[in-house]
């Protein structure tokens, strides 16, 4: 099993930053995949970004050099997020993908980010 635990949401004004934080703990070196996604009332949950010990960093087109996906040991996750946008308003949820699963298999409570214009 894999804890997943978010932190850093909040507001923000158009045009400003922000960084988001998640701890894994237990059974991470079974993981083969961490990231982040988002979710709007009434829209499905979007891949924001993730990366891969051993394989390529994705991201989102509509945060294509304005946010940056980076670990610690694996076992931290962050999101920095700049130039924001009132469309990256959401709530963000961190989340890794077990070695051997095709989906994500933990997921953390998530954390509101609000973009204020």
Do not use: H
Not at 35 to 59: C, F, H, I, N
Not at 104 to 113: A, K, M, N, R, S
């Amino acid at each position: 099993q894999v804890q997943v635990a978010e932190s850093g949401g909040g507001v923000v004004q158009v045009g400003g930053s922000l960084k988001l934080s998640c701890s894994l703990t237990g059974r991470t070196q079974y993981n083969c995949e961490v990231g982040w996604y988002r979710q709007t009332p009434g829209r499905e949950r979007e891949l924001v970004a993730s990366m891969q010990p051993d394989g390529p960093t994705k991201y989102a087109d509509s945060v294509k050099d304005r946010f940056t996906i980076s670990q610690d040991n694996w076992r931290s996750l962050y999101l920095e997020m700049t130039s924001m946008q009132t469309e990256d308003a959401a709530v963000y949820y961190c989340a890794a993908r077990r070695c051997g699963e095709p989906q994500y298999t933990y997921w953390g409570q998530g954390t509101q980010v609000t973009v204020s214009s």
